[in-house]
């Protein structure tokens, strides 16, 4: 039988918020076997009122009431940005509340710190859902993967921009209809830009790389590319190439022992297990060097999905009182991050106004490709592997005399 209650405060009562308070509610007998304890919530913070709810006597529009509860064990915060979830998380952390977060740019930014906190008061700092909502993959990464050396990771890490892609690719369509699509759905917000501009990726490849690697890698200084300059000619091309245009997220561990790390959009050959992930899903291939390549497939957004991962999240905070079993990653200094002009990848390339002589003296051997209705004087090729100064170098010699319409990576996952 059950005896002890774990009680809990969630902070924030938005799409994942209600999620989490629905999740454990509708699951608890089921969550209390597994947690070892009982669950309540005892509190919800919103500034907004909800008199209706169900759960309307636990609304609290101050965050001292929680922070200052001896009985609070836990804080689950999904206030999201980090204007209040930072200090909110830092004071509960530092209170001896165990945290769960869904928040990526809280983790992506101050990861390192709050870890520290935790491990400091011998509590813990989950946050599975941050990266590939219902997906696990941090604990996965932290723990079933432990055994390996991670070479490299690389995913399809924003549901709203692969959403944008399928539809580019499979109907034919311009960025902004396919834009326009996913907004009358909700996948996007009215101002897209954390999504198109690569932004929600490159937080959550960030998580993803400093729990790989050992090291926190902050987003500020990752290059990093949206969807928002692909066309659907270069789709036509990468269908002649033999593959998909996917926004990728990826990190790889350098013979030097720096961390190469982008976010782009790329040609992925078809073969690709990268390749046939469509729609909103996210997929996350992990190579590791005893596992090889092991890839995570699933919902990567949306109200229940998330909010699973973050109840689980809560089960093993309160399974682990007591004990500190989070995950760790150390501080790190910016030139753990390798230069991207030193990165090395093969390229596509559309070009108008040139001839392929000049093509072939700056890029040497390069493999045409076609496209129907191509205009006369449009060319488009892919490169052999250079270094992006090499590749950025060479474009500009060909912007001198023609006109570059289109340069996308090509990566190999
Ligand atoms: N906007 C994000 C996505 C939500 O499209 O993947 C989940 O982080």
Known sequence: ????????????????????????YKNQQGLEKKAGQGIEVKYILDLRDF???????????????????????????????????????KASLE?????????????????????????EKNINFFFEASVGGGIPIIRPLHQCLSANRIEEIAGILNGTTNFILTKM???????????????????????????????DACRKICILASLSFGKHVYPDNIHTEGITKITPEDVAY???????????????KQENDKVAIM??????HEDSQLAGVNDVFNAILVRGDSTGDVVFYGKGAGKLPTASAVVADVVDVVKATGTSKSLRWEDSEQDFI?????????????????DKSLIEYLFGEVTYLSRKGAPADELAFTTSAISEKECEEKIGELQKKATVLGRIRILNY
Do not use: H
């Open 1 to 24: 039988m059950v005896t002890d209650m774990a009680k809990i405060a969630v902070l924030g009562y938005g799409v994942v918020g209600s999620g989490t308070v629905e999740v454990i």
């Open 51 to 89: 008199p209706d709810s169900p759960y309307a006597d636990k609304f609290t529009k101050d965050f001292n009431v929680i922070v200052n509860d001896p009985e609070i064990d836990v804080v689950v915060e999904v206030l999201g940005g980090v204007k209040f979830a930072y200090p909110y998380v």
């Open 95 to 119: 209170a001896g509340k165990s945290v769960v977060t869904s928040n990526k740019e809280l983790v992506a930014t101050y990861g390192a710190e709050l870890l520290a906190i935790a491990k």
């Open 169 to 199: 690719i499979r109907d034919n369509m311009g960025f902004d209809e396919a834009l326009k699509i996913a907004q009358e759905l909700g996948y996007a917000e009215r101002d897209p830009s954390a999504d198109v501009d690569g932004i």
């Open 238 to 252: 990468c269908e002649n190439f033999g593959g998909s245009i996917k926004l990728i997220g990826w990190a790889a």
């Open 263 to 268: 976010v782009c959009p790329a040609f992925i």
């Open 338 to 354: 390798e230069d991207t002009n030193n990165i090395v990848c093969e390229n596509y390339i559309r070009v108008s106004g040139t």
